[in-house]
Nanobody, 126 residues
Framework: VQLQASGGGLAQAGGSLRLSCVAS????????MGWFRQAPGKEREFVAG?????????YYIDSVKGRFTISRDNTKNTMTLQMNSLKPEDTAVYYC???????????????????WGQGTLVTVSS
């Protein structure tokens, strides 16, 4: 499975960006998907997840709840992350990832995501 992330860019605080992740080479609906981010000098962190198949379950870390929305369109092999009310602390490289084993939307210690996109940079200015 190949993942291609896009949609990053420069936004002002309070603004919005929409990230997309397009999958190819596999059966997209069979993968739980997630977005991660890595800010300069910090470790990569899980941001949001969506369950496999219909994507009926979603999960967000506390810092983005109410501002970010994760969704998937299996007909287009695409996952999106709508980011609203952006803050400077959202600045990071964002990565999409796919898990072929667990269908869960949540992140737990030891969970392994099998496929990764190349990352897209989000910069939020104050």
């Amino acid at each position: 499975v190949q993942l291609q992330a896009s949609g990053g860019g420069l936004a002002q605080a309070g603004g919005s960006l929409r990230l997309s992740c397009v999958a190819s080479g596999g059966t997209f609906s069979r993968y739980a998907m997630g977005w991660f981010r890595q800010a300069p000098g910090k470790e990569r962190e899980f941001v949001a997840g969506i369950s496999w198949w219909s994507g009926s379950n979603t999960y967000y870390i506390d810092s983005v709840k109410g501002r970010f929305t994760i969704s998937r369109d299996n007909t287009k092999n695409t996952m999106t992350l709508q980011m609203n009310s952006l803050k400077p602390e959202d600045t990071a490289v964002y990565y999409c990832a796919a898990d072929k084993t667990s269908g869960s939307s949540t992140y737990y210690p030891g969970r392994n995501f099998d496929y990764w996109g190349q990352g897209t940079l989000v910069t939020v200015s104050s």
